[in-house]
């Protein structure tokens, strides 16, 4: 995790270094903006959120702890929690020009599990993904990379609340065990 | 949130907060109960990192160039290292400083708020009831527009730092407002963070003729919740200006 360039970037930020910050920005950018237009589907919300984030970056820069988590994940998590709230704003435009938002949402088809196996990690994580069951795997991915909330999987799954919180609950923990044993 | 003691529930919300399933109510409890909760912390970072490949996962995309034209917009204007670090900034203070407090109480009262306002409300400082003011006195300006934002007395003899802020317009929401002390060619010393009313009291560390004896300047500036994480300002500085003895 020392090796990651980022980690050094994300320390001189936190000396408030603007320059890193700059190099951080450069590096990270295109990823974290990435990850926003997926999540979002429109452009004008990711530019927003992806402003909002990097500002909110180099405000918690101080707080990052190297031993937790690598800094793209940090970085990756405070864009996801961003795009959520985004999404749940109390009213949001959630009807975009190019249609429903929920129905144009893909299923788990090929898309970005598909692309998951550029890392080890992301290979180790696809191979348990793929032991779930069809409906769990769905659930999760619907979730991670559309922001749907349980009641909102829910209502795109056309099942009971308690049941999708059930494939839920019960994918997670199986991802975990498969993914601690390697 | 109490979750000591309820391993299983902890790792599920941890779970469901990292994915993002969690309902908006829930979702915001859990980010609250993370700032105070390192178990908590942890068992989101192990989840955010057990996920992070979907994230590496997803095609990156090169944002316009006006994205950062506007991020670099909103962060403090100071470039370079802190403001707290520049010799010349202390050196300035230290002359602003040097002058009568009677310099001080006319800039005061000429410096009133700039479009006249329903009336501006005079800023009057409560002179202390003995009948020499002794006091040490500090008018923070906007290092910009040379408002004054927030006045700060204490009685020489007293621990008890008596605050004003000037302009509700400073507070940002999920932020506080954090007064620093300045001492001479020293680090920053934190006064306390200000609370969301206009007027606060701080305690200093010993009677104001001990604690404020070698600090001649004061600055305000914003902070996360609860005060700046490092011990030394971290967010932009709204005001700064001269802390002088007065008698």
Not at chain 2, 199 to 207: E, F, G, V
Request: positive net charge; hydrophobic residues 45%; contains cysteine.
């Amino acid at each position: 995790m020392s090796a990651d360039p980022l980690a050094s970037l994300l320390a001189a930020c936190a000396r408030r270094d603007r320059a890193a910050f700059e190099r951080l920005y450069r590096e990270s950018a295109p990823k974290l903006f990435g990850l926003a237009l997926r999540i979002l589907r429109r452009e004008d919300w990711a530019e927003d959120v992806l402003q909002e984030c990097y500002v909110r970056i180099w405000d918690h820069a101080p707080e990052y702890r190297a031993g937790l988590s690598a800094p793209m994940t940090w970085m990756a998590s405070i864009v996801r929690n961003r795009c959520l709230d985004w999404l749940r704003r109390p009213n949001p435009e959630v009807i975009d020009e190019e249609g429903d938002l929920l129905e144009s949402t893909p299923s788990d088809g090929p898309g970005p599990l598909a692309a998951l196996q550029s890392s080890r990690e992301g290979l180790v994580l696809k191979r348990c993904l793929e032991a779930l069951e069809g409906k769990q795997r769905q659930a999760i991915a619907l979730a991670y990379f559309d922001g749907l909330s349980h009641s909102e999987l829910a209502a795109h799954l056309r099942e009971p609340l308690g049941t999708v919180k059930t494939w839920v609950r019960r994918g997670l923990l199986r991802l975990k065990s498969c993914l601690e044993a390697g | 949130m109490k979750l000591a003691g309820k391993p299983e529930l902890q790792e599920r919300l941890a779970a469901e907060y990292a994915l993002g399933t969690l309902r908006d109510g829930a979702r915001a409890r859990l980010a609250r109960a993370l700032r105070g909760d390192a178990a908590l912390a942890r068992a989101v970072a192990e989840w955010e990192t057990r996920l992070a490949p979907l994230a590496d996962a997803v095609a990156p995309v090169q944002p316009p160039a006006r994205v950062w034209q506007a991020i670099e917009a909103r962060l403090p204007a100071a470039a370079g290292s802190g403001w707290w670090d520049n010799l010349g900034f202390w050196r300035g203070l230290g002359l602003a400083a040097s002058g009568a407090a009677a310099a001080l109480l006319v800039a005061v009262v000429t410096l009133s708020p700039q479009p006249p306002a329903p009336a501006p409300a005079p800023v009057v400082l409560k002179a202390p009831s003995n009948e020499m003011a002794e006091v040490y006195l500090a008018v923070l300006a906007d290092p910009k527009t040379q408002k004054p934002l927030l006045l700060a007395s204490a009685n020489y003899r007293s621990d008890q730092l008596q605050v004003r802020t000037l302009d509700p317009a400073m507070r940002v929401s999920g932020k506080d407002l954090e007064l620093w002390a300045l001492p001479a060619g020293k680090a920053p010393r934190s006064l306390g963070v200000l609370g969301a009313g206009e007027r606060a009291t701080l305690r200093l560390a010993s009677a104001a003729e001990r604690s404020l004896a070698d600090v001649p300047a004061l600055a305000l500036s914003l902070e996360p919740t609860g005060g700046s994480p490092k011990g030394a300002p971290t967010g932009p500085v709204l005001a700064v200006g001269p802390c002088v003895k007065f008698w």
